[in-house]
C-alpha cells in the first residue's frame, strides 16, 4: 500500500536532471573544501533504511513520552560518550543533541540568563558570530572584551572591566577553539579572576564547537571542559567527527536545567529544549561514528590532522605567507590571498588573513594544488592590522549610511568608489574623520542596500563565502577583499576610546551612573593607541549626549 501510493508521485525527467547535475557540482567542490571544519569523510548508509520513517526526538532525552518513534536510547549513549570526554561529574550533568554549535551555545546562555537574570556576558573579540545574535535573541546586556594578537581573550581588559562591574553578576562566554585562529580562552585564569575579585555568582559557557572533538586527544591540552569548572559546553557534531546534516551536544549541570523544565502534556514529558522537536537522525549518526571509528579512531585521526596542519604551515611559508597555527589545533591562519584563491578553495577570511582547516578528508594533494594557486597569482598587498571595517548603521536617522572604520589607508576611498563605480553606484555624500592612527570614513551611496550586498557577498565573516558577484570586475573583487561586513544596530553610536585596558569598563560605569542602559557593546577596530566601539541603547539620545565629545558620527 506504501509503494503504491508513493508511485503516484514521481518526479519529471526535468527535475531528475536538476538532481544529478547539482550532484556533479557537489562533488566538484568537495574536492575544494579547505576552510571550514566540517569533515567530509564518513558512511551512514546502513541508515539510510531509518529515512523512510518520521522519527522525532521531542522532549527530554531521558525520561519516556508518548512519541515512541524516536532513538532517545542512542541519544542517552551519544551523551554519555561526551560527558566522558568533557570529563563531566558523573550523574550531574544533562544534555541534549542539538541542531548545531549555536543551538548549543545558545542554551547554555539561557540558562545563564535564568540562573543570573540581571547578569553582563563577556565575549571576546574573536568568539563565534553567533553569539551576538543570540544575545540579542535573549535580550542580555553584554560587553564584548579584547583578543590578543593569537586570538585569545585579553585577560587584563576582562579583569578590569569586571572590577569595574564587581556589583553585577558575570557571565562568561569562553572559546575553546576561535573561529578564525583556533584559540582557546584561558579557563583557568578567567576563574583567577572570579576569585581574586570575590565574585561568588557567576556563570562559565565554553563554545567548543571544533576543540571539543580535538582537545580530548591530545598530549597536555589547556583547560577546557569540566573538570577545569564551567557550568555548560557547546560541541558540533558535523564538525570533526562528520555528518550530513548539521548537529551537535549540549552539555550543562543538572542542577541547573531543572530550573527552566516544564512539564507539557501533550507530548506526556518534559519540554526542556530550545527546539521542543528535534532530529532522531543525528544522534543515530554520531552513535554510528562512534561504534565505528570509535574513541581509538580518533586517538589517530586527531593527530594526523595536526600533522597535515605542519604539512600546510610548512609549504605556505615557503611562499612567505607567514603561516603558524596553535599548538592544539588544525586551523592554520596565514596571510589572504587574492579573492581568486579565497573562492576557488572556499577560504574564510578576516581582514589580512585566512585560514584553513585540516580535517580529516584534507589531503597533501589538495594543500599542494592550493599553493600552487596562490604562487601563481599576484598577491595584493594587505595590511597585516585591523582591515577596515564596513558597518550598516542607521546613525543620525537617515538609515542610508555605510561606515568605514579601520586602518589609515590613503587609496581606501578611490578603491572604495572604484569598486562602486564599476557597478554603477555613486557615493553621494562623504565624510571621513581621523582616529589616532585610522579613519572612520562615512559613505551615502546611490543605492544604500546594493552596495551592501556587495560588501556582503565579496566578503566573508563565516556566512557568505561561494556567492558570486553582482559585477565581473576582478579590480573590484581585489579592493572589496580588504574590507569585512558587519551588521551594527539601528540605535548604535560609533565611540572613541583610549586603548588600553579599563577604557570601555570606565565608559560603561559612566552610563551606568546616568542611569541609561546598555543593551551591547562591541569592538569594532583597535589602532595603536585608539579604538572604535559599537554602543546600543535603547536610549541612544541621551547616551550621544553623555558621549558628546567622542561619538564619532552624527
Known amino acids: 500500500m506504501r509503494s503504491q501510493w508513493l508511485s503516484e508521485f514521481?518526479?519529471?525527467?526535468?527535475?531528475?536532471?536538476r538532481l544529478d547535475n547539482f550532484y556533479r557540482d557537489i562533488q566538484q567542490e568537495s574536492e575544494l573544501f579547505l576552510g571550514y571544519p566540517c569533515n567530509g569523510i564518513f558512511d551512514y548508509s546502513p541508515l539510510y533504511r531509518f529515512l523512510?520513517?518520521?522519527?522525532n526526538n521531542v522532549g527530554d532525552p531521558y525520561l519516556p513520552g508518548n512519541y515512541h518513534l524516536n532513538t532517545h536510547d542512542f541519544e542517552r549513549e551519544v551523551l554519555g560518550i561526551f560527558q566522558q570526554l568533557t570529563q563531566a561529574p558523573e550523574g550531574n550533568t544533562w544534555g541534549y543533541v542539538t541542531n548545531g554549535g549555536t543551538e548549543g551555545n545558545h542554551y547554555g546562555l539561557f540558562l545563564a540568563r535564568e540562573l543570573l537574570p540581571n547578569g553582563i556576558v563577556y565575549y571576546s573579540q574573536d568568539a563565534h558570530y553567533s553569539i551576538d545574535k543570540i544575545l540579542r535573541c535573549l535580550g542580555l546586556n553584554s560587553i564584548m572584551i579584547r583578543s590578543s594578537s593569537d586570538g585569545t581573550m585579553d585577560l587584563d581588559d576582562l579583569r578590569e572591566t569586571l572590577r569595574i562591574h564587581r556589583d553585577v553578576p558575570p557571565i562568561i562566554c569562553a572559546t575553546i577553539g576561535t573561529t578564525m585562529k583556533g584559540a582557546v580562552d584561558d579557563i583557568v585564569g578567567i576563574r583567577e579572576i572570579f576569585h581574586d575579585l570575590a565574585l561568588n555568582h557567576h556563570y562559565l559557557h565554553a563554545d567548543a564547537a571544533l576543540g571539543g572533538m580535538i582537545l580530548p586527544f591530545i598530549d597536555n591540552p589547556p583547560p577546557w571542559n569540566f573538570l577545569s569548572g564551567i557550568d555548560s559546553i557547546s560541541i558540533s557534531g558535523h564538525k570533526m567527527v562528520g555528518s550530513p546534516i548539521p548537529c551537535g551536544v549540549v552539555l550543562a549541570k543538572k542542577r541547573n536545567v531543572d530550573r527552566i523544565a516544564q512539564s507539557v502534556e501533550y507530548i506526556g514529558t518534559l519540554d526542556t529544549t530550545l527546539s521542543g522537536s528535534r532530529n532522531a537522525l543525528t544522534p543515530l549518526f554520531l552513535w554510528y561514528a562512534f561504534h565505528t571509528v570509535g574513541i581509538s579512531g580518533f586517538k589517530k585521526i586527531i593527530p594526523d590532522?595536526?600533522?597535515?596542519?605542519?604539512?600546510?604551515?610548512?609549504?605556505?611559508?615557503?611562499?612567505?605567507?607567514?603561516?603558524?597555527?596553535?599548538?592544539?589545533?588544525?586551523?592554520?591562519?596565514?596571510?589572504?590571498?587574492?579573492?581568486?584563491?579565497?573562492?576557488?578553495?572556499?577560504?574564510?577570511?578576516?581582514g589580512g588573513i585566512s585560514h584553513l582547516i585540516t580535517m580529516p578528508h584534507v589531503t597533501t594533494i589538495q594543500i599542494d594544488r592550493l599553493v600552487d594557486d596562490i604562487k601563481a597569482v599576484k598577491p595584493v598587498p594587505v595590511s597585516t592590522c585591523d582591515s577596515f571595517t564596513a558597518c550598516e548603521t542607521a546613525i543620525g536617522g537617515s538609515g542610508q549610511d555605510i561606515i568605514l572604520v579601520g586602518n589609515e589607508d590613503t587609496n581606501i576611498l578611490t578603491d572604495v568608489s572604484a569598486a562602486l563605480a564599476s557597478a554603477g553606484i555613486s557615493i553621494e555624500d562623504l565624510t571621513a574623520i581621523k582616529v589616532g592612527e585610522g579613519n572612520v570614513v562615512k559613505l551615502k551611496v546611490s543605492d544604500r542596500d546594493r552596495s551592501l550586498k556587495i560588501l556582503n557577498q565579496t566578503l566573508d565573516i563565516g556566512r557568505c563565502y561561494g556567492q558570486s558577484l553582482p559585477f565581473d570586475t576582478n579590480e573590484a573583487t581585489q579592493i572589496l577583499s580588504r574590507v569585512d561586513y558587519q551588521a551594527v544596530s539601528g540605535d548604535a553610536l560609533l565611540v572613541e576610546l583610549e586603548d588600553k585596558a579599563g577604557t570601555l569598563a570606565m565608559l560603561m560605569k559612566q552610563c551606568r551612573e546616568q542611569q541609561i542602559s546598555i543593551r551591547s557593546v562591541r569592538l569594532l577596530w583597535r589602532g595603536k593607541e585608539k579604538a572604535v566601539v559599537e554602543l546600543a541603547s535603547s536610549e541612544p539620545e541621551r547616551l550621544k549626549e553623555l558621549l558628546a565629545d567622542r561619538v564619532l558620527v552624527n
Open 10 to 17: 514521481a518526479l519529471s525527467e526535468k527535475d531528475e536532471q
Open 52 to 55: 523512510q520513517y518520521p522519527l
Open 305 to 350: 590532522c595536526l600533522q597535515m596542519s605542519d604539512y600546510a604551515i610548512k609549504h605556505l611559508n615557503q611562499l612567505d605567507c607567514h603561516a603558524w597555527r596553535h599548538s592544539y589545533s588544525n586551523t592554520v591562519v596565514f596571510d589572504r590571498p587574492l579573492a581568486s584563491v579565497t573562492q576557488r578553495w572556499q577560504l574564510a577570511c578576516q
